[in-house]
């Protein structure tokens, strides 16, 4: 069988998905605003969490790799979902769908895209916390990047999901209280999981986020990788791919 029969039996067009994913990270490039938010903001947020707990070093710790779940989900929602809409309301989306284009090739190609991005992301904030900030962690830094990475992803599938439903920019925004910030609340940074009223540890249990930080707590207490942070892991990873596959649902040829 020849590569192009191959290719066409695909779900997608690799060549469309890499241009698509080339002219995002182009047209975020030359947004600088965005460019900052996405790879400087989880870095501050580490700095101000380190001067926050300067005289409780024990608090850092615990806190530190936890947020690693957390800082990455809010900053690639707003930036992906900000990002997203302007491309639905400005019609590039819609006249991208009048071409030979699969909806999973816009969508693959604008996760190749973040993805790209979230790696750059995950790596800044991880040399930050484990050298200058002196995170001290048990298990390699690099779980820590994995969790990142994992956590924009999440952040990146919600904001094109969000997208669909917001009729501009600040109505994208207003989505963060009710499809993230729940999840910060009950993801077990401030209260363990366990010590939770019933009815919200089974809502916690829901949450994507709640896996993201438990599989970064894993990561800063064990030496190695264990059994549950590989199901955290892979539990996080289908739930990008459910909103995602939720995302592309919701580009409509017209």
Known sequence: MTATHLTDRLPF??????????????????????????LGIPCMLMVLLKLMFHDSEETFERVGPQVFGIFPVIVMYLVASVSTLRERTSGTAERLLTMPVRRLDIVLGYSL??????????VLSTLLAVGPLGLDIKGPAYLLMVIAMLGALLGLALGLLVSAFARNEFQAVQFLPAGVLPQFLVCGLFVPREEMHGALAAVARAMPMTYAVQAAGEAATHDGVTGLFVRDAVLILVCVVVVLVASAATLKRR
């Open 13 to 38: 067009s690799p060549g469309i998905t890499s241009a698509t994913a080339v002219r995002v990270l182009q047209q975020i490039s030359r947004d600088r605003g965005s460019t900052a938010l996405l």
């Open 113 to 122: 895209a973040f993805a790209f991005l979230a790696f750059l992301q995950a």
